[in-house]
């Protein structure tokens, strides 16, 4: 798989076929998937109004990738001196990570993990990432609220407001499946109407 900026250029790229271009997208999404990687692709689609025939608005793309990657680097910007901190500790001998989360080595999909593709938060990527980092910061994720909406809740459920998880991709179990959610995943895929 290549990088997330290769990636994002191959999205960009005007002279490129524009489902090649769909496809460097679809990589960046694997790449960096805040929400795990089908309910980040329906934030996409559904943000950037990715339309079913790319060559209707071929400028999607770019919208779609443009969001994902100012997404990524706030959570890089946040990352880089933990994941220092964490190699300073390791030098120092201390094995196990201390009040790290998980998402900031390189498991991006727990960032804000959504169970149900369909629900998750309707704000920017960039504005649900920084509030998944304030709340890091200030050290309030596990209080009982969720840290991208505030609604009050309760573990191991997902917010009901905006559909994000506490536990990340470890909550995804045959009981968070919906009855249909193959047919709902193939019309996200194919950017067909709800």
């Not at 990715?50 to 770019?62: F, G, H």
């Not at 080595?105 to 593709?117: I, K, N």
């Not at 200030?138 to 009050?152: E, I, K, L, P």
Request: include cysteine; glycine fraction near 6%.
């Amino acid at each position: 798989m290549t990088s997330f900026p290769a990636q994002a250029r191959q999205v960009r790229d005007t002279d490129r076929p524009v489902h090649h271009r769909l496809w460097a997208l679809r990589g960046c999404a694997l790449s960096f998937p805040p929400y795990g990687f089908r309910a980040t692709w329906h934030h996409l689609v559904r943000s950037a109004r990715i339309p079913r025939r790319l060559d209707d608005d071929p400028d999607a793309l770019v919208r779609a990738v443009d969001e994902l990657e100012a997404a990524r680097q706030l959570a890089l910007g946040y990352a880089a001196p933990v994941v220092a901190a964490r190699r300073r500790s390791k030098t120092a001998g201390q094995r196990v990570p201390v009040g790290s989360s998980r998402w900031v080595f390189g498991q991006w999909s727990s960032l804000a993990y959504c169970p149900d593709f369909t629900h998750h938060p309707v704000e920017p990527l960039p504005v649900v990432v920084g509030r998944v980092i304030a709340a890091h910061r200030a050290g309030t994720v596990d209080s009982g609220q969720c840290t991208v909406c505030g609604a009050d809740r309760t573990r191991p459920r997902a917010c009901t407001r905006c559909g994000v998880h506490p536990d990340g991709p470890a909550a995804l179990s045959a009981r968070f499946r919906h009855p249909d959610e193959a047919d709902r995943w193939r019309r996200t895929w194919q950017r067909a109407a709800p």
